[in-house]
């Protein structure tokens, strides 16, 4: 997490709110003692069901006060997000409950109110489920190990991505829907070098009359 992002989206007007992660350890301490030793100056909760899932969120929003003056933060922050999840998960098999607690902090640029706060972070993780969840998992991005050019291979991947997500059928999964891709190319190949038989074969379910 950058402070230049913070100063663009200050210099466009742009408000701004981002999570705090372990590899900035001053910054997430300095947050979480303010958190632990102020009330929040707002509170939203919401629980989800469904899925053999039971979540409550508590969405709590700080105001920063002076607790990170004389820090380059300072300047940038003006509102403290606390995010603390409690999740009861059910086995089908035993139908026993499996809890789990979680918390996430976050800063943003400009004040607001803990159910903005909410709806934006929950905003992100489908953006997050939806599209980096694919590209590291269905795409391998994170394993990839070209070195040159990678950012034609990472656009390439956008391309495809984007083709697929436009043209999903409602029910399958962006993995069914590589494999239909490459499927059609295979297709596309064999009819290229005169195989028709495999081709029927595939429009007939695999079996000729």
Known sequence: MPKKAFNVAQAGNISLIVQVKDNQPTLKQAIHH????SAPYDVFR????????D??????AFNPAC???????HPHVTAIIQVERA???????????????DTAFYVANTSLTAAIAAKAIRAHWGIENSSH????????EDRSRIRTNPGVI?????????????????ASTLSQDRYRAALADLYHILALNHYPKALNSHD????EE
Request: hydrophobic content about 35%; overall charge positive.
């Open 34 to 37: 303010i958190a632990t030793s």
């Open 46 to 53: 919401t629980r989800d069901r469904g899925r053999n899932r």
């Open 55 to 60: 979540e409550t969120r508590t969405v709590s």
């Open 67 to 73: 607790a990170l003056a004389g820090t380059d933060w």
């Open 87 to 101: 999740i009861a998960t059910r086995n089908p098999e035993t139908g026993l409950l499996k809890l789990t607690h």
């Open 133 to 140: 969840y694919v590209r590291d998992v269905t795409f391998a």
């Open 154 to 170: 990472a656009r390439l991947r956008s391309f495809a991505f984007n083709i697929l997500m436009n043209s999903k059928p409602s």
């Open 204 to 207: 007939t379910g695999g079996e």
